[in-house]
């Protein structure tokens, strides 16, 4: 496999992702960060942290937007919920 290869079938990966979760709004946050130890707002910050890497001038507004679909704001209206009791002891006890 050549590098571009690679960079192509990771960048195909990734999309993927991205549109399963924007697919799954009925997941929350809290419910990834508790099972896979990284949410939505993770994959922002990393996003936004590549586009540093590169010098690419990305907000982490932008960052958000791209990974929710919508901008932040607008999707915490339509689809956070508020976080269960268990929920948040699962996230307290966790080490995020």
Same mark, same amino acid.
């Given at each position: 496999?050549?590098? &571009? %290869? /690679? $960079?192509? $079938?990771?960048?195909?990966?990734?999309? +993927?992702?991205? =549109?399963? $979760? /924007?697919? /799954?709004?009925?997941? =929350? +946050?809290?419910?990834?960060? +508790? $099972?896979? !130890?990284?949410? /939505?707002?993770?994959? #922002?910050?990393?996003?936004?942290?590549?586009?540093?890497?590169?010098?690419?001038?990305?907000?982490? %507004?932008?960052?958000?937007? %791209?990974?929710? !679909?919508?901008?932040?704001?607008?999707?915490?209206?339509?689809? &956070?919920? %508020?976080? #269960?009791?268990?929920? &948040?002891?699962?996230?307290? &006890? !966790?080490?995020?």
């Amino acid at each position: 496999m050549t590098d &571009q %290869e /690679r $960079l192509e $079938l990771e960048a195909a990966a990734f999309r +993927n992702l991205i =549109q399963h $979760l /924007r697919s /799954r709004p009925d997941v =929350q +946050n809290i419910d990834l960060m +508790n $099972l896979a !130890g990284f949410c /939505r707002n993770c994959l #922002s910050k990393w996003y936004k942290a590549a586009a540093d890497d590169l010098e690419v001038s990305v907000s982490i %507004e932008e960052a958000r937007e %791209e990974i929710y !679909g919508m901008p932040y704001a607008e999707w915490k209206a339509k689809y &956070q919920k %508020e976080a #269960s009791a268990e929920q &948040q002891a699962a996230f307290d &006890q !966790g080490k995020h």
